[in-house]
């Protein structure tokens, strides 16, 4: 997160380092959650018998949906708390089960992947700022700047959904 220290700082002067690093992480979040940007292909080769997979997102993240295809079929698409994948029937010998994860970086991360970081650093400074700059009561309190930043940083959620579409069209678009 240091990264966007030097971009950001200019705007929000007297912000201390981790207030910027915290705001950058929560809107990353924000970001990836909306947008379905940052996602990973995992296949689960089955043994036989079991009838759930535990995911393996990347370090630092976490896996908020899934989308599974089992025998070439899309069955299921699904919000997740846990992650264990829990399912109703079991697997046969080398069934393959592919598994889409669409993740967030977990809220003790320490950074983000580059490509996100060089793909979107624009938006999630964006976003930084608005939330920053809506903190009441700072020297660096603006409502009225932070208007302007946060829409910005919808119009880059609404462009890497389009582009998380274009990219997987059987990723369904939720608004």
């Given at each position: 997160m240091d990264r966007f220290l030097n971009d950001i700082l200019p705007?929000?002067?007297?912000?201390?380092?981790?207030?910027?690093?915290?705001?950058?992480?929560?809107?990353?979040?924000?970001?990836?959650?909306?947008?379905?940007?940052?996602?990973?292909?995992?296949i689960f080769t089955a043994d036989g018998g079991e009838s759930s997979i535990e995911l393996l997102p990347p370090e630092q993240s976490r896996a908020f949906r899934v989308e599974v295809t089992?025998?070439?079929?899309?069955?299921?698409?699904?919000?997740?708390?846990?992650?264990?994948l829990d399912f109703d029937t079991v697997f046969t010998k080398d069934e393959e089960i592919h598994i889409r994860l669409f993740?967030?970086?977990?809220?003790?991360?320490?950074?983000?992947?580059?490509?996100?970081?060089?793909e979107y650093f624009d938006a999630l400074t964006q976003g930084a700022l608005a939330h920053l700059m809506l903190m009441p009561n700072k020297e660096w309190t603006n409502p009225q700047l932070a208007v302007g930043y946060q829409g910005d940083f919808m119009y880059y959620i609404t462009q890497a959904k389009i582009a998380a579409i274009r990219r997987h069209p059987q990723t369904k678009l939720r608004m």
């Amino acid at each position: 997160m240091d990264r966007f220290l030097n971009d950001i700082l200019p705007s929000v002067p007297s912000c201390p380092g981790p207030t910027i690093r915290r705001a950058v992480l929560s809107k990353a979040i924000e970001f990836c959650q909306q947008s379905s940007i940052w996602h990973e292909e995992q296949i689960f080769t089955a043994d036989g018998g079991e009838s759930s997979i535990e995911l393996l997102p990347p370090e630092q993240s976490r896996a908020f949906r899934v989308e599974v295809t089992r025998n070439g079929v899309s069955c299921l698409t699904f919000d997740l708390n846990d992650q264990t994948l829990d399912f109703d029937t079991v697997f046969t010998k080398d069934e393959e089960i592919h598994i889409r994860l669409f993740l967030v970086p977990v809220r003790t991360a320490t950074s983000i992947p580059d490509q996100l970081y060089h793909e979107y650093f624009d938006a999630l400074t964006q976003g930084a700022l608005a939330h920053l700059m809506l903190m009441p009561n700072k020297e660096w309190t603006n409502p009225q700047l932070a208007v302007g930043y946060q829409g910005d940083f919808m119009y880059y959620i609404t462009q890497a959904k389009i582009a998380a579409i274009r990219r997987h069209p059987q990723t369904k678009l939720r608004m």
